[in-house]
């Protein structure tokens, strides 16, 4: 059926109205070659069968004439399907008879619905990533080209003795936190920090910016729990961002990280325990440095 | 090597040795634990010899020499109240050379054997303690691999123990309080091991006869 093709325009009753003038104007023409292929009626005189022929056959042309005429007043009743109609081309294909074997208009339909959908969630998310810029460079988004090359972010590029001075001043800052800085491979400097007994933390840097870290026990190389413990640091340094100040985020990067110390003998704040599926509270709030277990923070 | 303690569980009413570490091996794989092989704790004891004693006008003091199916490698070496020595396994071999001086005590040799339980970072260990042929109690072991200093997670291990030996969590074991943030050795586990069966082999001179 041509669903497609119709639209509020269109007058449905006298539609059905035309339909069934249609098959009346046809059934009157069908009389009309039926009359003739009869031919005359057996009566007594010529004339008399012949007036009678000719009686028929005007009442029959009669009939078709006033059916016809009929038909063309409903079909000026039923008005024009709107043109701007929105499938175009595609909505010929709806016209396709073979519907089980190529069931190519309902893919069509559903398709589309689909993309439409799929571009209505992704213009939400995008809208609610971009509150959480994750972005940790000083250039704003849709700065043009042209300008782009003269704002350099000058804290990208910075000499190894200020990194060097800012690492050293922090490592004074807390007594029970060592942090040992080597640059292995070019200017990136790398560092080892030494939470008491507790925790190893290898920090990656690019110039003052933290970049990986990996946390690891005290006396071995790698703990499932500290698996869960870098995770964490992951997303501190991702949560401690300030382009423009990159001392003032290792700063509070290093805060943070010592709050570990006492991963052990904290219990979580929230459930009172210290052990949950077999972990201590490995988490620590970003703001208050409270520990929590990882299942248990908000 | 994490922080240890060593506990002593007390048979079950009306149960045996058997039964009673079969019921914490269940409570043990309930939580979640994972078996992971066998373990053996062994000690002997050693006198000082008549000889030595008369010479230096001293009490006869008990050496201990113990071997831990974790440092297969390792001989430990300890007196009662004094210094613990870690040293290579061809240490008892050497006390053979020293029969003058230490005599071995072979009737006082005692054991514990069991199951050994890993679950997330704490290594449990379910033994029976046995002095030949009998068995005398059981012994479990729990391990905090990550931590190495015995204060800081004693709150931590004392509430793992809770979870499956319920009423019969021990106390504090006695080398925390001398330990004061220094870190954690083998040598501590084989003193909590070594007060173990100094006391079991106290609590029951006779084998009663419905243990076994």
């Known amino acids: 059926m041509a669903e497609g093709v119709l639209s509020p325009g269109v007058n449905l009753e006298a539609f059905s109205q035309a339909i069934a003038a249609i098959q009346a104007l046809r059934s009157s023409v069908t009389r009309v070659f039926d009359c003739l292929k009869d031919g005359m009626r057996n009566k007594e005189t010529l004339e008399g069968r012949e007036k009678g022929f000719v009686a028929a056959f005007q009442e029959s042309l009669h009939s078709v004439s006033r059916d016809l005429g009929e038909l063309e007043r409903l079909s000026n009743l039923v008005g024009k399907p709107s043109e701007n109609h929105p499938l175009h081309n595609s909505g010929l294909l709806s016209l396709d008879p073979v519907q089980d074997k190529t069931p190519l208009y309902s893919q069509l339909l559903q398709a589309y619905k689909w993309s439409n959908k799929l571009q209505y969630h992704a213009g939400l998310a995008s809208g609610l990533l971009n509150q959480q810029s994750l972005k940790r460079s000083a250039n704003q988004m849709g700065v043009s080209a042209k300008r782009r090359p003269k704002a350099q972010p000058t804290t990208l590029v910075l000499p190894p003795q200020y990194v060097d001075d800012v690492i050293n001043r922090i490592d004074r800052m807390f007594p029970e936190m060592s942090i040992q800085l080597s640059r292995p491979n070019g200017t990136s400097a790398m560092l080892l920090v030494t939470l008491g007994k507790v925790l190893k933390v290898i920090v990656v840097m690019r110039s003052l910016f933290i970049d990986r870290t990996i946390v690891k026990g005290y006396s071995e190389n790698v703990y499932t729990e500290d698996g869960k413990v870098t995770d964490h640091a992951t997303t501190a340094l991702l949560h401690y961002q300030l382009p423009q100040m990159p001392d003032v985020v290792v700063r509070s990067f290093m805060t943070w990280l010592r709050s570990y110390i006492k991963l052990f003998q904290a219990p979580c704040q929230r459930c009172g325990k210290f052990l949950q599926d077999g972990l201590p509270p490995t988490w620590r709030d970003f703001r208050t440095l409270e520990a929590f277990h990882d299942t248990c923070r908000q | ?212």
Not at chain 2, 28 to 57: N, P, R, W
Not at chain 2, 169 to 186: E, L, Q
């Open chain 2, 1 to 212: 090597m994490g922080v240890t303690c060593v506990a002593q569980v007390p048979v079950a009413e009306g149960k045996s040795v058997q039964q009673t570490v079969e019921l914490l091996t269940r409570k043990l794989e309930l939580l979640g634990a994972e078996k992971q092989g066998t373990f053996c704790v062994d000690c002997e004891t050693y006198h000082t010899a008549a000889s030595t004693i008369s010479s230096q006008g001293q009490t006869g003091k008990l050496m201990y020499v113990m071997h831990n199916s974790e440092y297969p490698l390792s001989c430990f070496g300890l007196f009662e109240n004094g210094p613990c020595l870690i040293a290579d396994a061809n240490f008892d071999i050497l006390m053979v050379k020293l029969k003058g001086f230490f005599q071995n005590a072979k009737a006082n040799k005692i054991e514990s054997r069991g199951t050994r339980y890993q679950y997330c970072d704490f290594l449990v260990k379910v033994g029976t303690v046995t002095m030949g042929p009998s068995a005398r109690g059981i012994s479990v072991e729990v391990e905090y691999c990550p931590c190495v200093v015995a204060n800081d997670c004693w709150n931590l291990l004392m509430e793992f123990m809770q979870s499956f030996m319920g009423n019969h969590t021990p106390g504090i074991p006695s080398v925390f309080g001398t330990k004061h943030d220094s870190t954690y050795s083998p040598g501590d586990t084989m003193v909590q091991y070594m007060e173990l069966f100094n006391k079991i082999r106290k609590q029951q001179q006779v084998p009663v006869a419905g243990i076994r």
